[in-house]
């Protein structure tokens, strides 16, 4: 079946220090999107990417779309508490709905 | 003041009893989606809709039942099939399907008494 898998699980740094999380397709995807969860809240959507080899900065957040468009990344520089949550890609694969990655826990110690 | 309203916050359920969580848009979305999350764990997709009178199934369909009679609504009952209900279940639209990007509501906390 589509599934876009996503690793780590967990991820736990020092404020300051930076954090990646990938998700990869073993089919290719339209577009990916990426969204964050913070303890206790609801997913909110942070960016898409649709190009081949697409790059795109959110102030210290860079998130990648490879080439093939069957991989992605989201970088964090320098977290912060802030950055605290649940890291979430989804991927259309061109049916009716997106598929959501098991998503990427960030803890941050101060 | 436009968004995705679910309601209650949390509910509890009495065991054999059905219970039905509130889903509601004010965005003008043809499509609505129903996920569940566990503890932990990620978003697993029970129904979901695309246009008014019409929904499918998601991966864990089994013990809930829907309804899509209006645009703006998209309510979701747990029924006493579901054997195993405690759960964070998130409501979410998008303009019309398929690969759009979706808007969550805050989420229901259900807990079995």
């Known amino acids: 079946g589509q599934q876009v898998m996503q690793i780590p699980q967990y991820q736990h740094v020092q404020e300051g220090e930076d954090f990646t999380t990938y998700c990869n397709s073993s089919?290719?995807?339209?577009?990916i999107q990426w969204y964050k969860q913070r303890p206790g809240g609801h997913p909110v959507f942070l960016i898409q990417?649709?190009?081949?080899?697409e790059v795109k900065k959110q102030k210290r957040l860079t998130f990648q779309f490879g080439e093939a468009k069957k991989n992605s990344s989201l970088h964090i520089t320098a977290t912060q508490t802030t950055d605290v949550g649940t890291y979430f890609c989804?991927?259309?694969?061109?049916?009716?709905?997106?598929?959501f990655g098991t998503g990427t826990r960030l803890t941050i110690i101060p | 003041d436009g968004g995705i309203t679910q309601s209650p916050k949390y509910l509890f359920r009495k065991e054999g009893q059905n219970v039905t969580l509130s889903c509601e848009q004010n965005?003008?979305?043809?499509?609505m989606y129903w996920y569940r999350q566990d503890p932990g764990q990620g978003l697993r997709l029970i129904y979901y809709?695309?246009?008014?009178?019409?929904?499918q199934k998601g991966d864990i369909a089994e013990g809930y039942s829907v309804s899509r009679e209006k645009k703006e609504s998209f309510p979701l009952t747990v029924t006493s099939a579901q054997k195993n209900p405690t759960a964070f279940y998130l409501c979410?639209?998008?303009?019309?399907?398929?690969?759009?990007?979706?808007?969550f509501g805050a989420g229901t906390r259900l807990s079995v008494l």
């Open positions: 979410a639209s998008s303009i019309s399907g398929g690969g759009d990007i979706q808007y």
């Open positions: 089919t290719t995807l339209s577009n």
């Open positions: 990417l649709v190009k081949s080899g």
């Open positions: 989804a991927g259309d694969f061109g049916n009716e709905k997106l598929t």
């Open positions: 965005l003008n979305h043809d499509a």
């Open positions: 809709s695309q246009i008014v009178n019409d929904f």
